[in-house]
């Protein structure tokens, strides 16, 4: 699907982990950091990217044709406008700490800081919650979507039974590598970031 759906990506997609999500999103008990619920755009503590874009596909395979609610939210330039400038300052001595003691797979860039840094704020924060721009949105039973999800504010409210398929992209190989979270964020501090 992904091959034939973007033809450029094909030969630069890298496959990343595949996840089964069995449990009801309604009922399930998690910290702020990982409650899906929240709106978030993703990036993960042990795993740093480098810049590399985040390609999710899901799709909702729930046998009693329950849909699979999302909250979808304003856009990443948007986002990173109200969260990089209240986010602590990057120390790529931290860094390499983080790496050496194995918290982190690989060494996080202040990309990637900032990146987790924009996860954790917007999680954290009741306020940007509620009264961020948002929709609401219905995926049926069968139903297949596919999003950076590193660039799309999402939160899932409610479904059961899912699978997704994580891929990587590195900016290169985009269509408009000025449109990646890596590209918005360089503009937004103007300096590299990797």
Same mark, same amino acid.
């Given at each position: ?19 089964? %999500? +069995?449990?009801? #999103?309604?009922?399930? %008990?998690?910290?702020?950091? &990982?409650? *899906?619920? %929240? ?23 729930? +046998?009693?044709?329950?849909?699979? #609610? ?13 969260? #990089? ?6 120390? +790529?001595?931290? &860094? ?23 996860? *954790?704020?917007?999680?954290?924060? *009741? ?16 139903? #297949? ?7 799309? &504010? ?41």
């Amino acid at each position: 699907m992904i091959n034939s759906a973007f033809p450029k990506y094909s030969e630069n997609l890298r496959l990343a982990p595949t996840s089964f %999500r +069995p449990k009801e #999103v309604e009922t399930r %008990r998690q910290s702020i950091r &990982a409650d *899906d619920k %929240r709106l978030h755009v993703d990036a993960f503590p042990s795993r740093p990217n480098q810049g590399e874009r985040i390609l999710r596909v899901f799709l909702n395979i729930n +046998p009693h044709g329950k849909s699979r #609610v999302w909250r979808i939210g304003e856009p990443f330039e948007d986002i990173a406008q109200k969260f #990089v400038p209240i986010i602590k300052k990057y120390h +790529p001595w931290r &860094a390499r700490l983080l790496k050496a003691l194995r918290v982190t797979k690989s060494l996080r860039s202040e990309y990637d800081h900032l990146m987790l840094g924009i996860h *954790d704020q917007m999680k954290q924060s *009741d306020e940007y919650q509620v009264t961020s721009e948002q929709i609401t949105y219905e995926f049926e039973s069968g139903s #297949v979507w596919v999003c950076f999800s590193d660039q799309t &504010a999402h939160a899932a409210m409610s479904g059961q039974f899912m699978m997704e398929q994580t891929y990587h992209l590195p900016v290169s190989s985009l269509y408009t590598p000025s449109s990646s979270p890596l590209g918005i964020l360089q503009r937004q501090t103007n300096r590299e970031l990797i």
